[in-house]
């Protein structure tokens, strides 16, 4: 059964930081575009970031772009979001998903294979 478990969110005031991981079962990702996702209340699940099966390649939200870093380790099967700089405005639930996808659609919601169960963050003001 294939399972992406994340971890790592919580509550932290803003202009703090959090390191929110995806721990990835079985089966081998190495060669999935990785992404994270969020959900702000009352709004629609958004793109955050996302990396290639290599790790050479990165896109991010404008929203988060120098504050927010995305990385993979293919040997523990594991891909990270850090989080600097929080923002009470990045209080949402974040989803680790994969895809098959390397194209334009690698970062769309319609086109993730896999979704994690999803974990709080909360930024305090």
């Known amino acids: 059964q294939v399972q992406l478990v994340e971890s790592g969110g919580g509550l932290v005031q803003a202009g703090g930081s959090l390191r929110l991981s995806c721990a990835a079962s079985?089966?081998?990702?190495?060669?999935?575009?990785m992404n994270w996702f969020r959900r702000a209340p009352g709004k629609e699940r958004e793109f955050v970031a996302g990396?290639?099966?290599?790790?050479?390649?990165?896109d991010y939200a404008d929203s988060v772009k120098g504050r927010f870093t995305i990385s993979r380790d293919n040997a523990k099967n594991t891909v990270n979001l850090q989080m600097n700089n929080l923002k009470p405005e990045d209080t949402a639930v974040y989803y680790c998903?994969?895809?098959?996808?390397?194209?334009?659609?690698?970062?769309?919601?319609?086109?993730?294979?896999?979704w994690g169960q999803g974990t709080q963050v909360t930024v305090s003001s």
């Open positions: 079985g089966r081998t990702f190495s060669s999935y575009t």
């Open positions: 998903a994969a895809t098959r996808d390397v194209g334009v659609r690698r970062h769309w919601v319609s086109a993730m294979n896999y």
């Open positions: 990396l290639s099966w290599s790790g050479g390649s990165t």
